[in-house]
């Protein structure tokens, strides 16, 4: 993309945040090997005493924690002891020493596939020939939910497709989703816990999700589940939810389970839950990048949900609000951003391409800008970056975009329309035209969104 001065130092500010996060860090600080003593999350596990260490899970940073984990053992213990399997996107697949990282979805399809049960179903089947002298290592982290789909008898696998999608596209949050996912499957809220026999199990976590709820994160696999098969019908009812949109076996068998106290389930006291990275440690990295550079830092949090539309219109009108008000500013203003937004869509009919990160950033872009050409006496320069953590932007191979005044002008002399791109849903496409895409590729971490805003005074 091109970029100016001010959007070089978003995106440095950004990529700061996302760095601070890396999956194989993260898991090398919680995990250490200190002579024949394993210390994981301030519990001690003597090798003597340990037979074989299983490594499972799922998520968008799954390659980088897997990779940590066979790190911090060392090559002589992964090699004598250690077997393991985890769920990734096709695009994270690469050779570890022991550990299986199996293609459990294609990039970019955020939803449960034929691949994503077979990796589920090897994985039950490896947690359930454990015994009490063995040690389970769970590894969980964004995106874990579609790539551990092991539906419950009598749902198919088409019918959880139906349901994730409808739920997707009617704009519901990532906690409804998985309240509706949990109740259909064999292996989320709590059920992968309750299928592991090792002596004891460490679950390691890269939370994506605000607030850090633990039966919400990947579903829940190895968390004590608060939620009922009644929640999950609220859920679809908010929907409108009916045949055909969502299959009429997905209402009989949750109507069949509504008494099922089995829900109420508890998990073994032998599992243990740490979230080992967040948004929060992602947006300290930016702070200290952007303060680095002589910014004033505005932070705004962690928890910020809403409409992505809204958000960057927000977020623009914050910006707008700190030039007015910093006529003779000595230094210019960082605004940081964190949480992780829904997109409303349009008919699918008139929809285009894009993801939440480029809707906010388009919205944001309008409201900073207008349609028309950016005035060269304006004397404040504005620049708004939202992307995922995970370079992952809806269906697309961008993280996110950038929205500035050159983007803006490139706008104009193409005579593009961005107030019905962003009608449409499709900012992608304006935004590879006008050169505001954030591309990183795959960061093999994901920790919800990062937005970095820059007002810098004439």
């Known amino acids: 993309m091109k970029t100016s001065h001010l959007a070089e130092q978003a995106i440095a500010i950004w990529r700061q945040g996302v760095a601070a996060v890396d999956a194989r860090v993260l898991v090398r600080n919680a995990v250490r090997l200190q002579g024949q003593t394993l210390r994981i999350g301030g519990r001690e596990y003597p090798l003597e005493t340990w037979n074989r260490i299983a490594v499972v899970g799922a998520g968008k940073a799954g390659a980088g924690m897997a990779q940590g984990i066979e790190e911090a053992l060392g090559p002589d213990l992964v090699r004598e002891r250690v077997t393991g399997w985890i769920n990734v996107p096709a695009d994270c697949v690469r050779k570890l020493d022991r550990i299986v990282l199996h293609a459990a979805r294609p990039a970019g399809l955020n939803e449960p596939t034929a691949d994503g ?90 939370s994506d999700v605000v607030g850090d709820p633990l039966d919400i994160i990947a579903s829940g696999p190895t968390a004590d589940d608060s939620g009922t098969v009644d929640d999950a019908l609220v859920v679809l009812r908010k929907f409108h939810a009916a045949p055909p949109a969502v299959p009429a076996e997905v209402f009989q068998i949750l109507e069949q389970l509504a008494d099922d106290s089995a829900t109420a389930a508890r998990i073994p006291a032998t599992v243990h839950n740490q979230v080992i990275g967040n948004n929060r440690v992602a947006l300290e990295a930016c702070a200290r990048a952007a303060r680095e550079l002589g910014f004033t830092v505005i932070d705004l949090g962690s928890e910020n949900t809403g409409e992505a539309s809204e958000v960057g219109r927000d977020l623009a009108r914050r910006c707008r609000a700190i030039a007015k008000e910093s006529a003779t500013p000595s230094r210019p203003t960082c605004l940081l951003s964190g949480g992780e937004p829904i997109v409303r869509l349009a008919p699918a009919e008139r929809r285009g391409v894009g993801g939440r990160n480029q809707q906010l950033a388009l919205a944001a872009l309008v409201e900073l800008f207008g349609i028309t050409r950016p005035d060269p006496q304006y004397d404040t320069d504005i ?19 950038v929205a500035s005044a050159d983007v803006m002008c490139e706008v104009i002399r193409q005579q593009l329309n961005p107030q019905d791109a962003l009608d449409r849903n499709d900012a992608y496409r304006l935004f590879e035209k006008s050169g505001g895409l954030l591309r990183t590729g795959p960061t093999h971490t994901n920790v919800m969104d990062v937005r970095v805003a820059l007002v810098h005074p004439g």
């Open 383 to 401: 620049v708004l970056l939202s992307g995922g953590t995970d370079g992952e932007d809806g269906p697309t191979d961008a993280a996110g975009a």
């Open 117 to 206: 049960v077979a990796g589920s179903e090897r994985i039950l089947e490896m947690v359930s020939q454990l015994g009490p002298n063995d040690l389970c290592l769970v590894l969980l982290s964004g995106g874990g939910s579609a790539l551990l789909p092991a539906p419950i008898t009598g749902i198919s696998l088409e019918a959880k497709q139906q349901v994730t999608r409808f739920l997707m596209q009617s704009g519901a949050t990532i906690q409804e989703l998985n309240t509706v996912r949990k109740r259909l499957s064999r292996i989320k809220g709590g059920a992968l816990a309750r299928a592991i026999r090792a002596g004891a199990t460490e679950t390691l976590i890269i």
